[in-house]
């Protein structure tokens, strides 16, 4: 499985929250097959979206296309770092 981490930090969670919902279709159809979305313990500006892709050429072509970035800026996102993982072995106990 291939994974994408993100953290950023949001001027305002529910305005960032509902523009990502509303982004679902597209990235359902770029290849995002699953995703978590967590917030730093002491900071709630910071965000975690922590999401499963079909491939990672598919994420990067999806987090680096113009469409991105405008959304980007329309949520308020601030300096997001994109960390691009393959997994290695994965478990339960």
């Given at each position: 499985?291939?994974?994408?981490?993100?953290?950023?930090?949001?001027?305002?969670?529910?305005?960032?929250?509902?523009?990502?919902?509303?982004?679902?279709?597209?990235?359902?159809?770029?290849?995002?097959?699953?995703?978590?979305?967590?917030?730093?313990?002491?900071?709630?500006?910071?965000?975690?979206h922590?999401?499963?892709?079909t491939?990672?050429?598919?994420?990067?072509?999806?987090?680096?296309?113009p469409?991105?970035?405008?959304?980007r800026?329309?949520?308020?996102v601030?300096?997001?770092?994109?960390?691009?993982?393959?997994?290695?072995?994965?478990?339960?106990?």
């Amino acid at each position: 499985m291939q994974h994408v981490l993100i953290i950023h930090e949001v001027a305002d969670y529910p305005a960032w929250k509902k523009i990502f919902d509303g982004a679902a279709d597209i990235r359902r159809e770029a290849g995002e097959r699953s995703y978590q979305v967590l917030k730093y313990q002491n900071d709630p500006s910071r965000i975690v979206h922590f999401s499963v892709w079909t491939s990672i050429d598919d994420a990067k072509r999806f987090f680096e296309s113009p469409q991105l970035v405008r959304i980007r800026a329309e949520a308020g996102v601030k300096s997001p770092e994109f960390i691009y993982l393959e997994q290695l072995e994965a478990g339960i106990l």
